[in-house]
């Protein structure tokens, strides 16, 4: 729920909301009547890179801790 309160009006919370999967998937879906609307605005290409990025961490960590339980 707290991805729904991050609005990118400032820097940080801006970082913040680049970062998370849902805003990205806003961003992907999201049909732009404004662009520069946004005081941060970030590209498509940024948002497949955050997608890439948590299934790259998902995957890293889904192997370690199998391995380590493994072990």
Known sequence: VLPLFIHDDSHLPAVIAHALPFPAWNRLVAIPFNPVASAY????AGAWTVFA??????????????Y???V
């Not at 605005?41 to 498509?44: L, R, S």
């Open 53 to 66: 990025v948590w299934a790259f961490v998902a995957a890293i960590l889904a192997v370690a801790v199998v």
């Open 68 to 70: 380590r339980r493994d």
């Open 41 to 44: 605005p970030w590209t498509a």
